[in-house]
């Protein structure tokens, strides 16, 4: 019944930072597939499956009863964070393929769910920044990150666990914060093939943005100049790459 569960690399790649015998959430699990994933591959493992549409609730609901694991995975009902309800032995949550911005919100709204977790593992589809900024400022440390590509797409996955949940490292500097936020502080110090493709199409899309902005009837001098330093540290980040190889 295991090899029958077909799940993505990228999903793959997200249930290997869950330890073994997890208690997470999945939220907006759609089908349920990575908690049903996970529990068949670790006997002691228990997941909630959040979703917000009844659609995808009765399609997860039917997937946890077709690999007979009701008993270990709960499929709930509810906005975001919500279906954790009053749950303190959820200790680890998955919020993956969704754009960086709506994961943000989740977690910003659902943050009084959190006090028990003590990891979040998140893979945004775009706007990775933002997920990093919300998990800086509420005290949770990156401690992993990955790049990958799959069907021509790059995500990345973050790693953070709880300030206080072990002696964690702080892995962003101050002088560079803004910098580590873009592009990823462990990233940024296992720069692979894949990063340095994501960032060669980043440059040139971000270039292209501020010769259309430049052209403008009103031009956004502030936001020209922000968008230039960014170019500028991908610029760096790139030629530092190219003189190592």
């Known amino acids: 019944m295991i090899n029958t569960l077909k799940l993505s690399e990228r999903l793959k790649k997200v249930s290997s930072f869950l330890p073994e015998g997890a208690h997470f959430a999945d939220i907006g699990s759609d089908h349920a597939y990575l908690p049903c994933y996970v529990c068949l591959r670790d006997q002691k493992a228990k997941a909630v499956a959040g ?11 039917s997937t946890v009863e077709a690999y007979q694991l009701s008993n270990r995975i709960d499929v ?57 900024r919300w998990l800086l400022k509420e005290g949770f440390i990156v401690i992993d990150e990955t790049i990958m590509e799959e069907n021509g797409h790059r995500y990345e996955i973050i790693v ?24 990823g502080p462990i990233l940024l110090k296992n720069k692979t093939g894949i990063f340095h493709e994501k960032w060669q199409s980043e440059y040139k899309k971000l270039s292209r943005i501020i010769s259309q902005m430049k052209e403008a009837s009103n031009v956004d001098n502030e936001k020209i100049e922000r968008f230039e330093k960014e170019l500028l540290w991908i610029k760096e980040e790139l030629q530092d790459e190219e003189q190592r190889n």
């Open 51 to 61: 979703e917000v549409n009844i659609g995808p609730f009765n399609s997860a609901k």
């Open 76 to 132: 709930r009902l509810g906005n975001g964070l919500e279906v954790l309800g009053d749950d303190t032995d959820i200790k680890q949550v998955v919020i993956a393929g969704m754009g960086g911005s709506l994961i943000k919100t989740i977690l910003d709204e659902g943050k009084s769910k959190l006090s028990s977790v003590q990891r979040i593992i998140a893979q945004p589809n775009v706007d990775e920044r933002n997920v990093r």
């Open 160 to 183: 953070a666990d709880k300030k206080g949940t072990d002696e964690l490292i702080d892995p962003y500097t101050k002088k560079q914060l803004e910098r580590q936020l873009l592009f």
